[in-house]
């Protein structure tokens, strides 16, 4: 059975950091992707950042790129996205994803990401 875990997040004052893991079992993260994701307040589900080992592939969505970094501790089989200079518009409900059925980092489309996290919440303000 595949289980995704969330820990991390919190309240933020703006420009501040936030670390974000992900611990994954019962699949083997060579072979497959995680994605992280967020749903703001009043707006749709967005992809943040993902990554796949077997495409040798990480990919951010330009509004957080330069300033989010997602990793992957492969003794711990845990994922991490780490959030730098944070901004109020960053604020969102956040989860972290695993593609089982296609293996592909992908952003834009939710369709293979089949196996999800409980969610975690990430506040930036003053």
């Known amino acids: 059975q595949i289980q995704l875990v969330q820990s991390g997040g919190g309240l933020v004052q703006p420009g501040g950091s936030l670390r974000l893991s992900c611990a994954v079992s019962?699949?083997?993260?060579?072979?497959?992707?995680i994605g992280w994701f967020r749903r703001a307040p009043g707006k749709g589900r967005e992809g943040v950042a993902c990554?796949?080992?077997?495409?040798?592939?990480?990919r951010y969505a330009d509004s957080v790129k330069g300033r989010f970094t997602i990793s992957r501790d492969n003794a711990k089989n845990t994922v991490y996205l780490q959030m730098n200079s944070l901004k109020p518009e960053d604020t969102a409900v956040y989860y972290c994803?695993?593609?089982?059925?296609?293996?592909?980092?992908?952003?834009?489309?939710?369709?293979?990401?089949?196996?999800w996290g409980q969610g975690t919440q990430v506040t930036v303000s003053s």
């Open positions: 994803a695993a593609d089982t059925v296609f293996g592909l980092c992908v952003l834009k489309s939710f369709r293979g990401y089949d196996s």
């Open positions: 019962g699949l083997n993260l060579d072979y497959w992707a």
């Open positions: 990554m796949s080992s077997s495409e040798n592939t990480i």
